[in-house]
């Protein structure tokens, strides 16, 4: 196909962001800032004092996601569980602004809400501290989660599952939605943590970063002829179809059962922080995918969002009208696959 008939296609698909419904199920995480000034060290232990001038929260974890999706113009709905406490509820409200859909999402009494806290003075994080309990989910709350599984699925165009090992993606839940799926013909795409790799039997697509696709394999994955060894290892094992493995600055590899491995290098031109580049690549993934593109289109896209996320501070998100710019400048006839 010519550049011109590519970019066109390219496009069309992000035109059509709007009329897709993505299901984010996950850790659902809470990410608060606290910024403040340091004036002298603390009398009580050698740290330093902090004085708050301000506090952000920012949805994190699987939210994070759904709130990628969002910025594109795309639905979804989130589903996880949050504690019964306070940042429960600023989830829950942060989510509302956005217009995330939090029907599936459960409140479960037994643990608090997955918070993480930096407190940032000049400019420089002091101290991070976590509150979480990454216990496995007690049964009857595994069914519950189910039960409004189904009834989100049967709406949803593809599921992302965002894995950070706090309890909710379990062999419960994981065995449910990939067979579900798989009868409705769904995508499921996985965002994975390698201890939890056996839990992903059967999904569609697998999006580990180098670090994750070594972990999962045992193998290092070095040039592109082991990365090719290691995506069909993850394949085979696990039953896959793609396995995109991100590569922080040198892009990332797309592997497909019929055509082998393609490399895309990054598109960034200016980096200031890379956190949650993983986040907007499997929601362009899910997109791509879902709106009628190739794995290798879906990938290109996805290589180009996380491109310009890279060039904005904070956990960034991107919307259709840069992605539209970036599609126009982009260098197209590296896609040939
Ligand atoms: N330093 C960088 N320079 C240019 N592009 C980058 C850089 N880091 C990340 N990217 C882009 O973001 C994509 C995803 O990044 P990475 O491989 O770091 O994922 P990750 O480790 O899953 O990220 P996350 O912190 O969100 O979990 C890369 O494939 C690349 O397109
Ligand atoms: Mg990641």
Redesign the pocket.
Known sequence: MDPGKIKEKLLKAVDSFPDKRILVIGDVMLDQFVWGEVSRISPEAPVPVVQVEKESFLLGGAANVANNLRSLDSNAALSGIIGDDGFGETVLSLCSEKAIDTSPLLIDRTRPTTLKTRIVARGQQVVRVDREDPTPLETDIADILKQGLEAALEECDAVIVSDYNKGVVCSMVMDFLINFSKQKEIPVLV?PKPVNASLYRGARVI??????AQDITSLSAQGEAELEISARTMAESLELEIVL????????ALWQREKGLFT?P???RE?FD????????ISLMALGLVAGLSPCESAFL??????I??GKVGTATVTRQELGQAIEKAPIDSLHH
């Open positions: 965002d999006t580990p970063n180098l670090k994750e493995i991100t590569r922080g600055a040198e892009g990332m895309i990054t598109m960034a980096v890379v956190t949650g580049a993983g986040d907007t690549v996805a290589n180009l969002a996380a491109g996320v890279v």
